[in-house]
């Protein structure tokens, strides 16, 4: 359907794993399985369900995977939220993070309406 190397949102969202990878190093080793996983794989979900949707032959389902993205992004904002009350995440990294994941979320409601599913 879509080449999902050339979408803005999803070399946005490759570039916010990157930056939320290295964001995590610096939390408590004891976090390993537990925030750091789930920040991780939050982060992940959202240029990959971009990925997928953008493979999938029917314009239903690509809206379909650009929902499951979203989805990530909100999850990924509340477990960053809860690493910056445990003291994990500086403030200036929190905004920068969360500055780049509202950008994403309207890029990626953007996309979604502008897919004709008729």
């Given at each position: 359907m879509n080449n999902f190397k050339e979408l803005k949102v999803?070399?946005?969202?490759?570039?916010l794993v990157t930056v939320?990878?290295?964001?995590?190093?610096s939390f408590p080793k004891q976090e390993m399985y537990g925030l750091i996983s789930?920040?991780?794989?939050?982060?992940?979900?959202?240029?990959?369900?971009?990925?997928?949707?953008a493979g999938r032959m029917s314009p239903g389902d690509f809206k379909h995977f650009l929902n499951i993205a979203r989805?990530?992004?909100?999850?990924?904002?509340?477990?960053?939220?809860?690493?910056?009350?445990?003291?994990y995440l500086?403030?200036?990294?929190?905004?920068?993070?969360?500055?780049?994941?509202?950008?994403i979320q309207r890029m990626i409601t953007g996309l979604?309406?502008?897919?004709n599913t008729k």
């Amino acid at each position: 359907m879509n080449n999902f190397k050339e979408l803005k949102v999803w070399q946005k969202a490759i570039k916010l794993v990157t930056v939320v990878y290295k964001n995590t190093q610096s939390f408590p080793k004891q976090e390993m399985y537990g925030l750091i996983s789930q920040i991780r794989r939050a982060a992940v979900s959202i240029p990959s369900n971009i990925a997928e949707g953008a493979g999938r032959m029917s314009p239903g389902d690509f809206k379909h995977f650009l929902n499951i993205a979203r989805g990530s992004s909100f999850e990924l904002e509340t477990q960053l939220t809860i690493g910056l009350n445990l003291g994990y995440l500086e403030q200036a990294d929190f905004n920068l993070l969360t500055s780049d994941l509202d950008e994403i979320q309207r890029m990626i409601t953007g996309l979604q309406n502008s897919i004709n599913t008729k």
